[in-house]
């Protein structure tokens, strides 16, 4: 299969692949490192000069920036939470005997195809609008005040849009891990005497164990550059600002080129950490 | 026509040494069996042969020239692979067609030629279905014919007939013999049963470690094996080893006698032993007597010879069918 | 389970599956049935489920005040045309991934994947400005390089994984049929790769359909997909929940349709490989 002829001829067929990733790692990220060593400000004088790690300093002293972390995590950990939960409970009832599975499927796969902009927006106007959506309706027909979801639980609002955009792909997962599962150890753990939820917990939890972890890793690292769900609801504002999304701003919005950068080194670094992790997984998998 | 020879040839998978130098000449015409265990490199041989692998060093000739660096749609040799590599998208015509449309024949000449491996392979009935609606055994002759197609200087063979069932196994082999006689092409045949082996070879390579232990007709390697491997590995069932006393007596650190050379008797004979199991297939008996001073021992015996477990027998075997192997297992 | 599962307990599953299935889905329905609604409608309250003047009125005021085709066709062709690239790109990469492998090449597959793995922000600036020097801000084109860079990794995967299941001594035998390396892979490799291929085309153009980064910072009034023009619908005048829903449905349509198609792939192509 492998020889000299086919060999060169596959480094060639690999190289634009490479090239171009190659490229679009290193050039922008270059460049990011690069101004985050400078004062750089484009509305107010441009490139100023050298400042060294001043940007990286500033950028964690900064009121904004631990809040931004409590944020992050507080949505990170809330989504992943809820979706790993109720992932699992809804992929074992996917997976009992029912009619019309096939349609609860797609019902339940839904919401992970529609884009982030249309789900924060009819959440926000449809559901959430403390006057007209639907919520509010509900409530005043318990006889309760509605509650300004964005602006009074803003977290819990983003984190709930979140989590039904990414139920479904746990879901997914879980129900794909769960069907692997091989019947024959269900059975001769009854066998040996095992109720139902000793066959939860020593049978199928460990495991799903694996799945769990692919799922909440691939969904922090998603989870940590949300954007859209942000930007069209609160625009960061009511505590809902995310360290990316405090990237951003100090990027795009105030214009801060250096300190943006130092925040976007950051943040790579963070995204490399349980990336690692994520790629030992995958590659204990791969048998190249 | 077909003559290939290995000179020297070694082949090494990053450190591992799998093939060690091989010298072999195969002879147009011959139907050559490559033998051996799991892991002894007969594959890795044939599809270096082949042209598949690249050799680590050595030089493979064909016909006489050097066809070490040339690809392998070039050296006009055919294989058939184990799991008959079909292809699934083509039907059975496509299939075999294939490789004329490789060559750029003409549409004219590939039909007649289709139609001509067709019929010599009993293949018309479902030559425009696919691979998957096939049987084994009609795949398998697809994978023949695509190959035949090609008029190729040799045939390679690698385990054609391992996932087939036993019964269709014996059917094939004929077939594959008999094919042998009409084409009068080499074929070299790479196979691990070795009853295939002994019924379908001219010559036989026994390999074993990457490292060549015997060549020769089948009859050569049953009468006159070289060591104690290839003693052990060809004859089935295997040959019976002593070491100890009685190998003592006999001359020599081991000494090895197959079970169809040692006579069975209920009342006389060189040796008493006492019946374990014993296999009842008919038209012979394969007894598994533990013999006082010498081991447990499988020995062929008639049919209808009524001897069972716990029984009491007597051994005679055939003092010019002992073969005599020194201390490091060479016959001598 | 081979032993048999009781009527009773068959519908018990049933109607708590289709309970929590019609729960999860009913933003979406709603969203639908809202843009049939008049806007007064669609914020009456109690809420009008089923009983209420259908209409057609939103999709055509959509369309003419803003002109949806326009960012339905840059969607179209920003999610394709990075799709197709990407695949021209990636299937030589596969290929010589799945069948001449070296001892680098699951290293590479792997730094492959973590480019995906970057966050948007930290190359934002950059990008941003690359683009203006290069005069690709807010053009279909700027958008379908990045979008085809980001999915890359993603689109390379997928195609390995779908050639490595192709049987390798199936390639070998067009070798030995004489097949050279561009007839091996025109008339064996790509008939037997084509569900394959197809798959990750669908998942692919999924994916970059619904991008909601670059699309929304990267582009303005003429390149701007429809992720960025819903977006626009986030500080609106007056009455509009009635638009956002036809204009919402409009744009999700095709791709719950697509998306119904792709389980499969979805769990392929986003945990690597590492959920079977």
Known sequence: MATQSSRSAARIMMAPAVILLLGWMLVPLTMTL???????????????????????????????????????????????????????????????????????RILVIAPFFVMPTVSALVWKNIFMDPVNGLFAHLWKFFGATPVEWLSQASLQSIIMIVSWQWLPFATLILLTAIQSLDGEQLEASEMDGANIFQRFGYVILPHLARAITIVVLIQTIFLLAIFAEIFVTTGGAFGTKTLSYLIFQRVLESQNIGLGSAGGIYAVILANIVAIFLMRIVGKNLDA | MGSITLKQVTKSFGEVDVIHPIDLEIEDGEFVVFVGPSGCGKSTLLRLIAGLEDVTSGTIEINGSDATNIPPAKRGLAMVFQSYALYPHMSVRKNIAFPLKMAKLDAAEIDRKVNEAAKVLNLSDYIDRRPGQLSGGQRQRVAIGRAIVREPDAFLFDEPLSNLDAALRGNMRLEISELHQTLATTMIYVTHDQVEAMTMADKIVVLRDGVIEQVGSPIELYKNPRNLFVAGFIGSPNMNFASGKIAEEMGAPTIGIRPEHINVSKSKGSWKGTVGVSEHLGSDTFLHIDVDGVGMLNVRADGEIDLNHGDTAWLTPDPDKIHKFDASGMAV | MARAVTTNRKAANTALAWAVGLLIFFPILWTILTSFKTEAQAINDPPLFLFFDWTLENYSVVQERSNYMRFLWNSVIIAGGSTILGIIVAVPAAWSMAFVPSKRTKDILLWMLSTKMLPAVGVLYPIYLLFIELGLLDTRFGLTIVMMLINLPIIVWMLYTYFKEIPGEILEAARMDGATLKEEILYVLTPMAVPGIASTLLLNFILAWNEAFWTLNLTAAKAAPLTAFIASYSSPEGLFYAKLSAASTMAIAPILIMGWFSQKQLVRGLTFGAVK
Do not use: C, H
């Open chain 1, 34 to 104: 690069w101004f985050s060593f400078r004062k750089y400000l484009p509305l107010r004088g441009g490139d100023l000069g050298w400042v060294g790690f001043d940007n990286y300093v500033r950028f964690v002293s900064s009121s904004s920036f631990w809040p931004s972390v409590q944020t992050t995590l507080i949505i990170v950990g809330g989504v992943l939470v809820i979706t790993v939960t109720f992932g699992v409970l809804l992929a074992m009832l996917l997976d009992q005997p029912m009619w019309g599975q096939g349609i609860v």
